[in-house]
């Protein structure tokens, strides 16, 4: 039995002389949840659609669970959709909308009765049976749609920016409520976001997508921690992306590189890329929590950087504090640092920073 729910082998698609998404391969593994992220424009709801039905790539080919998709129209996927608008019935019940989908199917009365209240007990709205839509919260009409799109017992669901418009406290619960959906289920999510912080609380693998390509994919923790290129390292997080201008040939006793910082000719030691030669790398990156007091850094059980620089400018965002240190050389940085050390973060002051070798991270463009 296969692994793979979803696979895309040389996918493009063109509108009039506009080429959306180009030459998109992927793999979508069964029962996980994969999050496809970047910015407008990207081409990742196009991708989405494709996937759906609603659109014919111009070249290549989907094959959902080992079938070739070409020319099967979307209701003959068996996939569930969840659209950013939720795009429920206002006339009909909670109980009505949830079983619509079976009805189209011609299902038995029983049988709607019977997938609608497991669709409903999957989200855990039993008892909401009766109620409209517009008797309902905005997290509740989301689980509504999720439940109206599971009923049908799908192999996969594809949601397209469904918490878009819900507020931020509402978003942060509805992402704790829908990985444990899909975690219950055990179904194949693919989940279309423009926001890193969605995509990083509940997938399984991000694929970030840049001008119609698949710009990285991977865990979130490799997306986060070993970006490829400048665009990833700055797309998910915050990140001090550094230009360099030359990358030391050989590796040092402890596996670090010599980097050269092309602003200020301010040597670092970096972590090598696998797969990027020291030819091919343009910027480093460096995430602002790596940035650390020298006197807050004695547990580092690693090699680090030692720099010296000014402090510039503190924000305190309650837990933690960011600051802008203007390292000797001429560069900015940018650094997290918990709020317990606002005494230390007086603007003007002398400071000595520590970032570990491994924390700065090489990148090819």
Not at 110 to 128: D, M, P
Not at 166 to 191: N, S
Not at 257 to 284: Q, S
Not at 321 to 334: C, M, P
Request: hydrophobic fraction near 40%; charge should be neutral.
């Amino acid at each position: 039995m296969s692994t793979i729910d979803i696979e895309l082998h040389s996918v493009s698609k063109k509108f009039g002389a506009n080429r959306i998404v180009k030459n998109v391969n992927l793999s979508i593994p069964k029962g996980k949840f994969v999050s496809i992220l970047g910015p407008s424009g990207c081409g990742k709801t196009t991708t989405l659609n494709m996937i759906a039905g609603f659109e014919s790539p111009t070249s290549g080919e989907i094959r959902i669970r080992g079938r070739d998709q070409n020319g099967v129209p979307p209701e003959a996927r068996k996939i569930g959709l969840v659209f950013q608008n939720y795009a429920l019935f206002p006339h009909m019940t909670v109980a009505e909308n949830v079983g619509f989908g079976l009805k189209m199917q011609g299902r038995s009365r029983q049988e709607i009765a019977a997938g609608t209240k497991r669709a409903l007990k999957s989200v855990r709205l039993e008892g909401f049976e009766n109620r409209y839509p517009k008797e309902l919260s905005g997290g509740q009409q989301q689980r509504v749609a999720v439940a109206r799109a599971i009923a049908p017992s799908p192999s996969v669901l594809l949601l397209d920016e469904p918490l878009s418009n819900l507020d931020l406290k509402l978003r942060e619960a509805m992402r704790v409520e829908l990985k444990e959906i899909q975690q219950d289920l055990g179904m194949t999510f693919v989940y279309v976001t423009h926001d890193q912080e969605e995509a990083m609380a509940m997938s399984d693998r991000i694929i970030v997508m840049q001008g119609g390509v698949v710009a990285q994919e991977g865990a979130p923790a490799d997306i986060y921690g070993r970006p490829r290129t400048s665009f990833v390292a700055d797309f998910i997080g915050k990140s001090n992306i550094l230009p360099i201008s030359d990358v030391g040939d050989a590796e040092t006793g402890n596996g670090s590189l010599r980097v050269l910082l092309e602003a200020a000719g301010v040597p670092i030691m970096a972590a090598p890329m696998p797969g990027l030669g020291p030819d091919k790398a343009r910027f480093c990156c460096i995430r602002p929590e790596a940035v650390r007091l020298a006197d807050a850094a004695g547990a580092l059980d690693e090699p680090a950087n030692l720099l010296t620089g000014t402090i510039q400018k503190v924000v305190n965002l309650g837990a933690y504090l960011e600051a802008w240190l203007l390292v000797d050389g001429g560069i900015t940085l940018k650094s997290m640092i918990r709020s317990t050390r606002l005494d230390k973060l007086v603007v003007g002051r002398r400071v000595e920073l520590a970032i570990a070798h491994a924390a700065v991270q090489l990148l090819e463009e």
